[in-house]
């Protein structure tokens, strides 16, 4: 019985998000509104956080730190946090150039237009993406995977497979096979961690991060071409 209840929290936690952003692109996208897009994501990974919250206190009978792995002391806390933002940093600079190279593409169609949202919107899109994902794809499904099968290897297995699968919905194939290093990255300091609010906070602050920052260089690209303009006018 307690078998079949883990089943049914892992079909929320690891597909529960695919079949809400599916489920949205069919019935509540809005064509060329990256506002009203984002919106309704954050809703649904909110409400898939939500039902797997209430899947565990009800069906599970189990508390909610039941999914949030153990507590590292504040010291190791900060550490942890500190050096799992730089590792995707450092990631990201190692494998851009690579995904370039190949030609594989990139992230700007999806976050095209960013600019025009306020930074507490970006910072809102940053952290619900860090606090819902982190928790259903590492906090829920490694913890409740382990207790299963005892095995580290398939549970980040899983976990990483389903959590880069997730991002297929609304985003072209370079854009998730980009996704796919810092997911791994996270799985695997999760693994090492399995503290998912330190996870949380690594995740949310490489996404607001990269969100600031798009806004900041769609506005030095639009600045850009508005000088290269006025050169050829002058000219």
């Known amino acids: ?44 990974k909110w409400a898939v ?33 500190g050096g799992g933002v730089f590792l995707l940093f450092a990631a990201n600079a190692v494998t851009t150039p690579v995904f370039d190279r190949l030609g594989v593409g990139g992230l700007d169609e999806g ?30 499904a490694v913890e409740r995977l382990l207790e299963l099968t005892g095995s580290p290897l398939l549970a980040g297995g899983v976990s990483f497979a389903a959590f880069t699968a997730s991002h297929a919905v609304g985003w072209e194939r370079g854009a998730v096979a980009r996704i796919a290093v810092p997911a791994l990255l996270t799985t695997v300091v999760y693994l090492l961690v399995r503290d998912v609010v330190a996870l949380a906070c690594i995740h949310a602050l490489n996404d607001a991060v990269g969100l600031l920052l798009a806004g900041s260089v769609e506005k030095a690209d639009d600045a850009d071409g508005a000088e290269a303009a006025a050169d050829g006018t002058a000219r």
């Not at 929320?12 to 919106?39: H, I, K, N, T």
């Not at 009800?58 to 190791?76: C, I, K, N, Y």
């Open 1 to 44: 019985m307690v078998t079949v209840a883990v089943l049914g929290g892992l079909a929320v936690a690891l597909f529960g998000m695919a079949v809400a952003g599916l489920l949205a692109d069919r019935y509540l996208s809005e064509p060329d509104d990256l506002r009203a897009d984002l919106l309704v994501s954050d809703a649904n």
């Open 49 to 81: 956080f939500a039902l797997l919250c209430g899947y565990v206190l009800v069906v599970e009978g189990r508390p909610l730190s039941s999914m949030t792995g153990r507590s590292l002391d504040p010291l190791a806390f900060v550490a942890v946090v």
């Open 111 to 140: 976050m095209t237009g960013l600019a025009s949202l306020s930074v507490r919107h970006r910072l809102f899109v940053a952290g619900t993406a860090g606090v819902t994902e982190q928790v259903l794809f590492h906090g829920y």
